[in-house]
């Protein structure tokens, strides 16, 4: 009988282990017993955030008012918690999974398997760097993924929803996956596209950072829907620039356009973005994150400056106007208006990318005719002047100019 493990206690963290736990009591092949390790703290009344979970049966910090299941056992211990484990379930916000895979080197069961929920990714000396890989290369196990449209509050309320699992080769795992994580009101699918489904649910908090700029300016549907589409189109093309096997198919699963639409009508990133843009950018993000927030973590700025990174270090920041103007806007660098500025050049080249993609994919030579004929084929869509124009013509300098590092974290174990 396999035991789970689930790293991570957050939102997300806490209804994934309500999910699991109402499973693996009905299921023959899972142990009844799901632990959860919780990153130790003290509540305001003075109390051990494990013990009021173990006690109450309730996450009263990141869950409030939801049971988790009796079967779900708060443990503050990272070892521990993880020791006996046959499944692992990763949920944590990413910038503290590198302390926590340095802490659980050499402690997991041989042969276990991991699975890993965490929106974002880590940007190293090397190139960037998925979190499932992280997993995999420190921990030496497979991952797999699970992202989809999911605000965790809804689910943890029984709202139905669906999801994606992301696998490669081993579908046998990821239909145990599947089978883990079902319910009548979660219903989740599998693909072959491990890449493709975590790169969905990283990028789209970057393009929710941009629909809560513009619910912050009330800028309207219409244009929420046409950075919406953009979006899209960014980060179908990073995703294959990164990675030419992700699949057009997994953009209509629901880690794909389904989780793109959540996360742009509600979901912490939106929200906070729009306070952002209502305080004309004159609040920073941690104040807000601290303010509206209470502890759980924001994603979408922190990718849009990992992935500034990329698009900085190939040379590829005019491909990416929205991906690009979120951060410098997150950064001071712009004000949030700078979100739909027009220019006339760059929407083809996201085209191009795509159509690169493509070829590359399919192991095709870019023709010098298809570099020409899909001009033509381009719709009319906003477009965006280089990040150096929209400085230059706002002659703005707050912040630093062009040296954006990228921050380390560290994990303190309760
Ligand atoms: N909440 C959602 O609706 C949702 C949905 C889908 C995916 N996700 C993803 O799930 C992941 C986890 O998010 P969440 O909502 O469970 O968390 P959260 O933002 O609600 O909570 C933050 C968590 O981080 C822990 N933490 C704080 N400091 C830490 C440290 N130094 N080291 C280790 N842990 C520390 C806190 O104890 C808490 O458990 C993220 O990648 C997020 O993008 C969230």
New binding site residues.
């Given amino acids: 009988m396999s035991k789970v493990t689930v790293v991570?206690?957050?939102?997300?963290?806490?209804?994934?282990a309500k999910l699991i736990a109402s499973n693996t009591l009905k299921l023959k092949n899972f142990n009844d017993e799901v632990r959860m390790w919780?990153?130790?703290?003290t509540l305001p009344g003075g109390e051990k955030?494990t013990e009021v979970i173990n006690q109450t049966n309730e996450?009263v910090?990141?869950?409030p008012g939801i049971k988790l299941g009796k079967n779900v056992i708060a443990d503050p211990n990272l070892e521990n918690a993880v020791k006996d484990a046959d499944m692992l379930v990763f949920?944590?916000?990413?910038?503290?999974m590198e302390?926590?895979c340095k802490l659980l080197i050499g402690k997991i069961k041989a042969g276990a398997e991991g699975i890993s929920?965490?929106?974002?990714m880590e940007v190293k000396k090397e190139g960037p760097c998925m979190?499932s890989t992280l997993i995999s290369n420190q921990l030496e196990i497979n991952c797999s993924v699970l992202?989809?449209a999911?605000?965790?509050?809804?689910?943890a309320m029984e709202k139905f929803s669906e999801a994606t699992v992301g696998y490669s080769q081993h579908k046998e795992v990821a239909e145990r996956w599947v089978q883990l994580f079902t319910t009548p009101y979660f219903i989740v699918t599998a693909v072959d596209d491990v890449e493709g489904v975590e790169l969905c649910?990283t990028l789209k908090?970057i393009v929710a950072i941009a629909a809560g700029f513009v619910d912050g300016l009330e800028m309207g549907n219409n244009t929420k829907a046409a950075i919406m589409r953009l979006g899209l189109k960014e980060m179908m093309a990073f995703s294959k620039l990164l990675f030419p096997s992700v699949k057009d198919s997994t953009f209509f699963e629901s880690c794909g356009v389904a989780?793109l639409i959540t996360t742009c009508m509600g979901?912490?990133n939106r929200k906070v973005a729009e306070a952002y843009a209502t305080n004309g950018g004159k609040r920073s993000f941690e104040e807000l994150e601290e303010e509206l927030?209470k502890?759980?973590?924001?994603?979408g700025v922190l990718t849009a400056k990992e992935v500034y990174e990329v698009l900085s270090h190939h040379g590829w920041l005019e491909m990416f106007p929205l991906f690009s103007s979120v951060n410098l806007i997150s950064q001071g660098r712009l004000p949030p208006s700078a979100i739909v500025e027009h220019s006339d050049n760059k929407s083809s080249m996201i085209h191009n990318v795509l159509w690169h993609g493509l070829l590359h994919a399919f192991n095709l030579p870019l023709l010098p005719f298809i570099r020409h004929s899909h001009v033509s084929m381009r719709a009319p869509s906003i477009r965006y002047r280089s990040v150096q124009e929209l400085e230059a013509s706002r002659g703005r300098t707050r912040g630093p100019k062009l040296a954006i590092t990228h921050s380390s974290?560290?994990?303190?174990?309760?």
């Fill in positions: 991570g206690s957050g939102n997300w963290g806490s209804v994934a919780v990153f130790e703290e955030l996450n910090k990141y869950l949920v944590s916000p990413h910038q503290f302390g926590i929920l965490i929106k974002g979190i992202m989809g999911n605000i965790a509050n809804e689910i649910g908090n989780d979901g912490r927030l502890g759980q973590k924001l994603q974290y560290s994990v303190v174990q309760g």
